[in-house]
């Protein structure tokens, strides 16, 4: 089956910093890549995706993802973060052709501080 | 255009009671999943609907069931309901099954919160 991890369950960074999310995938095949995120309340937002072709993907709000089948990793990255980028970030894979729906991340908790 | 709908957003129900939340997809979406977020598990997948039929199905018992309709609106009943089955309630909608590759995205609603007591 497949999965996915979120090492991290929390991450501080300082607003103006870089910022990097990590994710692993354990699946045979390609699958497709999904970052969301959530903020306090809401529902999940789709940040970008990847389903083949360029492994760097651009996704909304100044968010990319990079794809590297070697390590089975789809790492979110920002370039300078901002107070409104604090909220929950969820990995997601899904198989082609499988039948599991999407499989989450347990999610990074993202702090900015001032 | 509008995006996905779920009401209610809250609902507050006793143990042994059941409940229905429905699901609105985004226009001309025919596929809709539904997920099930604590703070203990994450969030699991439910079940997904294209055109009426249920394509597959999570790892839940058979309380939990769900029905999709001709103008893809969705619904999901919890029978019987536990203490554990406190939840959001998250509904997906994509133009075709999200396994199915690109453009089939999934877009979620705010979800519905319930609450057993």
């Known amino acids: 089956a497949q999965s996915v991890t979120q090492p991290d369950i929390h991450i501080t960074v300082s607003e103006g910093a870089s910022l990097e999310l990590r994710c692993n995938y354990s699946?045979?095949?390609?699958?497709?890549l999904f970052w969301y995120v959530q903020s306090p309340g809401q529902g999940l937002q789709l940040l970008l995706k990847?389903?083949?072709?360029?492994?760097l993907v651009q996704g909304i709000k100044g968010f990319e993802a990079e794809f590297k089948r070697s390590q089975s990793s789809f790492n979110l990255r920002k370039p300078s973060v901002h107070w409104s980028d604090a909220a929950e970030y969820f990995c997601?894979?899904?198989?082609?052709?499988?039948?599991?729906?999407?499989?989450f991340g347990k999610g990074t908790h993202l702090i900015i501080q001032p | 255009k509008a995006g996905v709908t779920q009401t209610p957003r809250y609902l507050i129900k006793t143990r042994g009671q059941q409940v229905t939340l429905s699901c609105s997809p985004i226009?001309?979406?025919?596929?809709v999943s539904w997920y099930q977020q604590t703070p203990g598990q994450g969030l699991q997948f439910l079940f997904e609907?294209?055109?009426?039929?249920?394509?597959n199905k999570g790892n839940f018992p058979g309380r939990f069931s769900g029905r999709q309709f001709s103008n893809s609106r969705s619904e999901m009943n919890v029978s019987t309901l536990e203490l554990g089955d406190s939840a959001l309630y998250l509904c997906?909608?994509?133009?075709?099954?999200?396994?199915?590759?690109?453009?089939?995205?999934?877009?979620f609603g705010q979800g519905t919160r319930l609450t057993v007591v």
């Open positions: 997906a909608s994509s133009l075709g099954p999200v396994r199915t590759g690109a453009g089939t995205e999934a877009f």
């Open positions: 699946y045979g095949a390609t699958p497709y």
């Open positions: 990847y389903f083949s072709g360029d492994t």
């Open positions: 997601a894979v899904v198989s082609g052709g499988g039948a599991d729906g999407l499989t």
């Open positions: 226009s001309g979406h025919r596929s």
């Open positions: 609907y294209f055109s009426e039929t249920q394509r």
